[in-house]
């Protein structure tokens, strides 16, 4: 009876209310909803389907630009002309988002218009560690925060348990009958965030998106989602938190900073959490906690500098450098797992052969680096070679880090405190080495030493 109701709560149109939830906050094409064309026409002709032209067009004095609507691109050269079949004439499409499907001036968006359900309020929240004093207040501050609808810097130092700070709001926010979405550059940090959130909240639909995902039907009051996802969004979330806020390549692609702003209802607030904020995070914020110490009390590990002079001239003559071969034995002898980062795919690919067959290489192209990084979890191999896509969201008990040629620019200050916040992460296993082998310091090399031994002082005071 109750079902006949909410039916007819909907215009007593066809669909099944979960078909409508799984709609809700989305922005769609036509042919990415399994209905015909005829139901999609009624349900614009009763204002229940919103649609408009996924590329805009506003004529400018010397020429016409052009806005997709999906992801936001407005930069002229990803806007590609060809005469297309579907509307015969010369179309326009763009190539930002061409991966999540195509769309052209031709193609209709659809979002949802009709009525909003009423998400569940109850949830089961399975959590029984405690937390820090220093949590706790980050996590009472950060609550507050979110009530207040303020935006919020969550500064915290790697390995300070920055996620389990987040429990506690989720769950209020939750309890509201609110949706959340957790959004992060990284697939890697979605991977690792998603299994521990459905931890927590065991009854709770956790839709967990990425580029390749499996399909997720029906309606999820929380969501873990890659920023480039969020693009599909528009209006959904009353709770916007973007984990690792300042990491590749959120802050150098203004589509994905406007995506999280289209993705959250207007008025919702947003909370960025990283160990390393920019500038522009630290000045732009409004509500903020800081962490400077771990949740286990031990110092971050200080990076320590060994020079590998002309090591790209002996990676390409098959050498394997002295002081790092040093370096891995001893780890082998230690039974000690560990990553290497490299600067590139390339340089990593040609020193790759050099190592055992037991230490293997990831990158981001790799469809096969989440089996790879549970192998180094497992004990299965000894190390890893790897880009920096494990900067951020690997945890790994007693690893130890090397960086090679750490001079290079795409070693960042902050992918460098990144990377040493790998180490000494377990309670068990606090402290660790970490080594930048260098062909010449880098400034970078030795803000990243700077900073940390800052925090290790403030954390102390
Ligand atoms: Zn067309
Ligand atoms: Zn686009």
């Given at each position: 009876m109750q079902r006949r109701t909410k039916k007819a709560h909907y215009l007593g149109l066809l669909l099944h209310p979960s078909a409508i939830h799984s709609m809700i906050g989305r922005i769609m094409r036509r042919e990415d909803l399994p209905y015909t064309s005829k139901l999609i026409n009624l349900y614009i002709e009763r204002g229940l389907l919103k649609t408009q032209p996924a590329i805009s067009t506003i004529q400018g004095l010397l020429k016409t630009h052009f806005r997709c609507e999906r992801c936001l691109n407005t930069q002229s050269e990803k806007f590609?002309?060809?005469?297309?079949?579907?509307?015969?004439?010369?179309?326009?499409y763009c190539r930002h988002c061409i991966t999540m499907g195509r769309i052209a001036s031709c193609t209709q968006l659809l979002t949802w218009a009709g009525p909003s359900p009423q998400h569940p309020k109850k949830h089961q929240?399975?959590?029984?560690?405690?937390?820090?004093?220093?949590?706790?207040?980050?996590?009472?501050?950060?609550?507050?925060?979110?009530?207040?609808?303020r935006q919020h810097?969550?500064?915290a130092v790697c390995g300070a348990g920055k996620t389990e700070i987040l429990f506690q709001p989720i769950y209020n926010a939750l309890q509201k009958g609110f949706r959340i979405c957790v959004a992060t550059p990284r697939t890697d940090v979605v991977l690792e965030l998603a299994p521990r959130l459905q931890k927590v909240f065991p009854t709770t639909m956790i839709h967990v998106l990425?580029?390749?995902?499996?399909?997720?039907?029906?309606?999820?009051?929380?969501?873990?989602?890659?920023?480039?996802?969020?693009?599909?969004f528009a209006k959904a979330f009353d709770v916007m938190i973007v984990d690792e806020a300042d990491a590749f390549p959120y802050t150098f692609d203004e589509s994905l900073q406007k995506?999280?702003?289209?993705?959250?209802?207007?008025?919702?607030?947003?909370?960025?959490?990283?160990?390393?904020?920019s500038s522009k995070l630290l000045k732009q914020r409004d509500g903020y906690s800081f962490l400077p110490r771990r949740y286990h009390n031990h110092p971050l590990p200080v990076p320590r500098f060994q020079s590998l002079w002309r090591y790209k001239r002996q990676f390409k003559k098959d050498k394997l450098p002295k002081q790092l071969r040093q370096w891995v034995e001893q780890r082998i002898e230690a039974k000690q797992p560990f990553l290497i980062f490299?600067?590139?795919?390339?340089?990593?690919?040609?020193?790759?052969?050099?190592?055992?067959?037991?230490?293997?290489?990831?990158?981001?192209?790799?469809?096969?680096?989440?089996?790879?990084?549970?192998?180094?979890r497992n004990a299965e191999i000894q190390g890893l070679l790897t880009t920096t896509i494990l900067e951020r969201g690997i945890t790994i008990a007693n690893l130890q880090v090397a960086v090679v040629g750490a001079e290079n620019p795409i070693f960042t200050?902050?992918?460098?405190?990144?990377?040493?916040?790998?180490?000494?992460?377990?309670?068990?296993?606090?402290?660790?080495?970490?080594?930048f082998f260098h062909h010449g310091i880098s400034l970078e090399m030795d803000l990243a030493k700077q900073e940390i031994q800052r925090l290790n002082e403030v954390a102390n005071e």
């Open positions: 590609i002309h060809f005469h297309c079949a579907k509307c015969e004439q010369v179309c326009t929240f399975s959590w029984t560690s405690t937390l820090t004093e220093l949590q706790q207040h980050a996590s009472l501050e950060l609550a507050a925060s979110i009530q207040q609808k810097l969550l500064h990425y580029g390749g995902a499996p399909e997720q039907q029906s309606y999820a009051q929380l969501v873990i989602a890659t920023t480039h996802q969020l693009y599909r995506a999280v702003y289209k993705a959250k209802k207007p008025d919702a607030p947003i909370t960025f959490v990283t160990a390393t904020p490299f600067p590139t795919i390339e340089m990593l690919e040609q020193a790759l052969p050099l190592f055992s067959p037991n230490i293997l290489g990831v990158h981001a192209e790799d469809p096969t680096r989440k089996e790879k990084i549970l192998k180094l200050a902050s992918a460098l405190i990144q990377i040493a916040g790998r180490v000494g992460r377990d309670e068990q296993y606090p402290t660790g080495d970490i080594i």
